[in-house]
């Protein structure tokens, strides 16, 4: 169960979520052998009750091994305002093993707990799930929405991450999250 903060880029009003059952390593996509069961919600404003995402109009979504699985495209009953905080909520089910991304951008409020019976909290959301991540967050690898703003991709080493920054201190870049050299210069 995972508690990841994230900064609006746009206006958002609908938004989609992905999700991934391989992690890559050493220059190799890896397949866990097994497929993942999500959940996800969103929250906002913080501290409200989160809305819940659903995967071809269910609860809970599976992805098979070596695949990634999106939400179904969530209308939010308030707009997230460009440059606000909000919320994402996942809880997974992964049979050989919890995937997780140990390279992300460690914003204080990030949360994570991990366990063989980690209840799935997305429908209740809370600031208080697990402990404090050092950069262990959750197989998210899109929220997707529609803008009109120009949209970049960055690809690099350790230096375009802004790893100097990760998981050693829990930082907030630029102000919007933002780490490494490039992304924090846009």
């Known amino acids: ?57 269910a609860a809970t979504g599976s992805a098979a091994d070596g695949a990634t699985i999106l939400t179904d495209l969530l209308t939010l009953t308030a707009q997230i305002p ?40 997305t429908a209740t959301g809370g600031a208080a799930i697990g402990s404090a991540s050092t950069g262990a967050l959750s197989p998210l690898v899109a929220i997707l929405g529609d803008t009109k ?6 690809v690099g080493d350790s230096i375009q991450l802004g790893a100097v920054n990760l998981v050693t201190t829990q930082v907030v870049g630029n102000g919007l999250g933002d780490q490494g050299l490039t992304a924090r210069s846009i």
Do not use: C, K
Request: no cysteine; hydrophobic share 40%.
């Open 1 to 57: 169960m995972w508690r990841s903060l994230h900064y609006a880029r746009d206006n958002i009003s609908a938004v989609q979520l992905g999700y991934a059952n391989w992690w890559y390593a050493s220059q190799t996509e890896n397949l866990p052998g097994t497929a993942a069961t999500f959940a996800a919600s969103i929250e906002y404003p913080l501290g409200s009750t989160p809305q819940q995402f659903l995967f071809a109009g």
């Open 82 to 121: 460009a440059g606000s905080q909000f919320a994402v909520y996942t809880w997974a089910d992964m049979q050989n093993g919890i995937i997780y991304n140990t390279t992300g951008a460690a914003i204080t409020g990030d949360r994570g707990v991990f366990g063989v019976t980690t209840p799935n909290l």
């Open 149 to 154: 703003r120009p949209t970049v991709a960055l």
